[in-house]
Each structure stands twice: as structure tokens, then as C-alpha cells.
């Protein structure tokens, strides 16, 4: 689980952890790329996950949070230059408006990060208003972003907060996979409606993140 990615000459004005300079994801990519990981679908995670099949050991699904422009502009061309693909859950609109621009990039798909629900409003985990809508009103929201990220592939909480409303209106909205900010690995029998993710951060050296890997 990556987020927002910046350069030298293009600073944000804050930095945290969830910002990592392209010089430290270019390492990155290019370890996973010199290993020779396997990056599965989401239909083959979904099949693994139901005892289905198996996948290679070396196996990992890189995916960014937002949508943020660094990561458009500066972690596409990386993740182009070695080849490896990866997942944008993108958060549709803002302020009730659409805000999705189409980039074009065989090794992208974007995914929903929900409509309009990447808000506070809350009660429960971070205060994401997940918490105080009902099923049909998340089952609303989710088929909207479907509709214009063209994907039900995979979705990812907002806030990472997640309900037993939200988990039916995953099911509901045919969902495959939806992802929470828990940290952990995909296992066999998990619900697919609420999988971990190991979080990468910004100052991480490389071998902290071959250990996270697993390797």
C-alpha cells in the first residue's frame, strides 16, 4: 500500500509517511523486478483466496492510494519503465464533482476509492462517513465510481474503515476484492471483503522492505 509520490525539484508542502521520493520506489521496483515477483490479477487473488489456486511464493499486488498527482506523474513512468503493474484506487469526486482525468498506461488500472465517501462524518476507526451510511447509501456511491472508473475488480475503504454495511454493499456491488489499511498478507479463506495490506513507508530503506516482503 503506497500513496503519494514526490521528486527532489517537486517537494509537497508537507511530508510524511506516506510520501516516498521516486528514487526510493525506483529501487523498489527494480528489486521486485530483478527477483522476479509475480504480480496476480485480481480474479487469480480472488480464486487464491477461495483455495482455488495456488500463486508463486514471490507474489505481490503494488497499490496506490488517492490518485495523487505525484504518483501520476512521477510513479506511472517508473512503474512503465520496469514493466510492472499496479493498481490507482482513485477517489472520484470532490466536493460532489467528478474529478477523475483518464491516464492512458497499460500497467494501470484504476480502481474505486469510493465516490464521495473519502470524508470524515464518522464514528468508528479514523471517522471516515462510511460508518453513517446505511448499505444502500455505500452500494449507491460504489456503483457510481464503477460506472466511471469501469472497474469492480477491487476497492479500497476510505480511511480504511470498514462496516458490516459496507462489507454487504461490496458483496452487493459485485466487488472481487476490497481492502482495508490493516497490515497483513492475503491468506487463503480471509473474507474478501476486508483484506490487509502491508503499508510502505516513505523513509523505509530497502531492507526494511524486502523484509516486509517476506523475503
Given at each position: 500500500?503506497?500513496?503519494?509520490v514526490?521528486?527532489?525539484?517537486?517537494l509537497?508542502k508537507?511530508?510524511?509517511?506516506?510520501?516516498i521520493l521516486d528514487s526510493k520506489l525506483?529501487?523498489?521496483l527494480k528489486?521486485l523486478k530483478?527477483q522476479?515477483?509475480y504480480f496476480?490479477?485480481?480474479?487469480e487473488l480472488?480464486a487464491y483466496i477461495?483455495g482455488e489456486?495456488d500463486?508463486?511464493?514471490k507474489?505481490v499486488i503494488?497499490?496506490?492510494?488517492?490518485?495523487q498527482?505525484?504518483?501520476?506523474k512521477?510513479g506511472?513512468?517508473?512503474?512503465?519503465?520496469?514493466?510492472i503493474?499496479a493498481?490507482?484506487?482513485i477517489i472520484v469526486?470532490?466536493?460532489?464533482?467528478?474529478k477523475?482525468?483518464?491516464?492512458?498506461?497499460e500497467?494501470i488500472t484504476?480502481?474505486?476509492?469510493?465516490?464521495?465517501?473519502?470524508?470524515?462524518?464518522?464514528?468508528?476507526?479514523?471517522?471516515?462517513i462510511?460508518?453513517a451510511?446505511n448499505?444502500e447509501?455505500?452500494k449507491e456511491?460504489?456503483?457510481?465510481?464503477?460506472?466511471i472508473?469501469?472497474?469492480?475488480?477491487a476497492?479500497?475503504?476510505p480511511?480504511?474503515?470498514?462496516?458490516v454495511?459496507?462489507q454487504?454493499a461490496i458483496q452487493?456491488?459485485?466487488?472481487l476484492?476490497a481492502?482495508t489499511?490493516?497490515?497483513?498478507?492475503?491468506?487463503?479463506?480471509?473474507?474478501p471483503t476486508?483484506?490487509?495490506r502491508?503499508?510502505v513507508?516513505g523513509?523505509?530503506?530497502?531492507?526494511?522492505y524486502?523484509?516486509?516482503l517476506?523475503m
Amino acid at each position: 500500500m503506497y500513496h503519494y509520490v514526490y521528486t527532489p525539484d517537486d517537494l509537497p508542502k508537507t511530508i510524511n509517511t506516506n510520501y516516498i521520493l521516486d528514487s526510493k520506489l525506483e529501487e523498489q521496483l527494480k528489486y521486485l523486478k530483478e527477483q522476479d515477483f509475480y504480480f496476480p490479477s485480481y480474479q487469480e487473488l480472488s480464486a487464491y483466496i477461495k483455495g482455488e489456486i495456488d500463486l508463486p511464493k514471490k507474489s505481490v499486488i503494488l497499490t496506490f492510494d488517492d490518485g495523487q498527482k505525484g504518483f501520476l506523474k512521477y510513479g506511472i513512468p517508473l512503474l512503465e519503465k520496469y514493466q510492472i503493474p499496479a493498481t490507482s484506487f482513485i477517489i472520484v469526486s470532490q466536493n460532489g464533482k467528478e474529478k477523475v482525468k483518464k491516464y492512458a498506461s497499460e500497467y494501470i488500472t484504476f480502481q474505486s476509492h469510493s465516490y464521495d465517501m473519502h470524508k470524515g462524518g464518522g464514528n468508528i476507526g479514523h471517522g471516515g462517513i462510511i460508518s453513517a451510511l446505511n448499505m444502500e447509501q455505500i452500494k449507491e456511491d460504489l456503483l457510481k465510481a464503477q460506472n466511471i472508473v469501469e472497474n469492480t475488480e477491487a476497492f479500497a475503504y476510505p480511511y480504511g474503515d470498514v462496516t458490516v454495511q459496507g462489507q454487504q454493499a461490496i458483496q452487493e456491488a459485485e466487488i472481487l476484492c476490497a481492502f482495508t489499511t490493516e497490515y497483513g498478507k492475503v491468506k487463503k479463506g480471509q473474507d474478501p471483503t476486508k483484506l490487509p495490506r502491508v503499508r510502505v513507508l516513505g523513509e523505509s530503506s530497502l531492507q526494511s522492505y524486502i523484509a516486509s516482503l517476506g523475503m
